[in-house]
């Protein structure tokens, strides 16, 4: 059997796990807080009719070889970890990392943490801070029910300011976490990452401290994808697809002119 045949399927199947990713992004691109994926290949097995160096007399080697690859494969689909675009809402409860280094804190419902960057919030009715989903900022923040504003300063600190009062009242201290390696986070949806051993421990730290982003009241980071990217990136993997496949059809043809030789 031809290799070439088995090596175009694999280009094949490859480009159709990058159309995957890229119809990915472009679904998200106006999910608060999602980061863009990209498709990275690798070469295959090669196989080796003739190894470069080979000795041809005692002064002389082979330069090249003879080396055959075997077609190539998805092997990762990074995120990149670049701030969106902030949107201003006004909206006291929207919340942006003004940075790339910081991830919100939620407990999910098996007691683990989840980190975010979609800092879209909502007070339940226990005055508790949570998501969309209901998951609970950590470190949890209770709203008193006599409040009638809501303050987030950059440095993180949250203040409110009570029914019939004019003095503001502290309530609490946003905490952000920061990763070596961000781009190992194991995205679970929901807009949620969980540590794994490659994104290493998170790293704690109060906004604006020891290398940790501000955060600003009103605004919300949208995704960084960008449409035209992604739209020349289809184009890219459509035409790679048709490109393979035209191999697997000049590999058939000249198996059938094999299958028709005659004595």
């Known amino acids: 059997m031809l290799r070439s045949l088995w090596s175009s399927a694999s280009g094949m199947i490859a480009q159709q796990t990058n159309l995957d990713v890229v119809s990915h992004n472009l679904a998200n691109v106006n999910t608060t807080g999602y980061k863009k994926r990209r498709a990275d290949f690798q070469d295959l097995l090669y196989q080796i009719d003739r190894q470069p160096g080979t000795p041809v007399d005692p002064n002389s080697t082979i330069p090249?070889?003879?080396?055959?690859?075997?077609?190539?494969?998805?092997?990762?689909?990074?995120?990149?970890?670049?701030?969106?675009?902030?949107?201003?809402?006004d909206n006291p409860m929207d919340w942006a990392v003004a940075g790339e280094h910081g991830y919100f804190q939620v407990t999910m419902p098996d007691g683990n943490i989840g980190y975010t960057r979609a800092g879209s919030w909502q007070v339940d009715g226990d005055g508790q801070v949570v998501n969309h989903e209901g998951l609970l900022l950590e470190p949890a923040i209770i709203v008193p029910e006599d409040a009638v504003q809501i303050m987030l300063s950059n440095d993180g600190t949250i203040s409110v300011q009570l029914a019939g009062q004019t003095a503001t009242q502290e309530i609490g201290q946003l905490e952000l976490a920061r990763f070596i390696n961000p781009a190992?986070?194991?995205?679970?949806?929901?807009?949620?990452?969980?540590?794994?051993?490659?994104?290493?421990?998170?790293?704690?730290?109060?906004?604006?401290?020891?290398?940790?982003?501000?955060?600003?009241?009103?605004?919300?980071?949208?995704?960084?994808?960008?449409?035209?990217?992604?739209?020349?990136?289809?184009?890219?993997?459509?035409?790679?697809?048709?490109?393979?496949?035209?191999?697997?059809?000049?590999?058939?043809?000249?198996?059938?002119?094999?299958?028709?030789?005659?004595?």
């Open 64 to 89: 090249t070889g003879v080396q055959v690859g075997l077609g190539t494969r998805v092997v990762g689909t990074p995120s990149f970890m670049t701030e969106g675009n902030l949107q201003v809402t």
């Open 184 to 263: 190992g986070l194991l995205a679970v949806g929901s807009n949620l990452f969980l540590e794994t051993d490659a994104s290493g421990a998170p790293i704690l730290a109060e906004p604006g401290a020891d290398g940790m982003s501000e955060v600003r009241q009103g605004i919300l980071e949208m995704s960084n994808v960008q449409v035209v990217d992604e739209m020349v990136g289809m184009i890219i993997a459509q035409r790679a697809y048709e490109a393979n496949s035209k191999g697997v059809q000049t590999a058939d043809d000249l198996l059938r002119i094999a299958n028709g030789l005659k004595r």
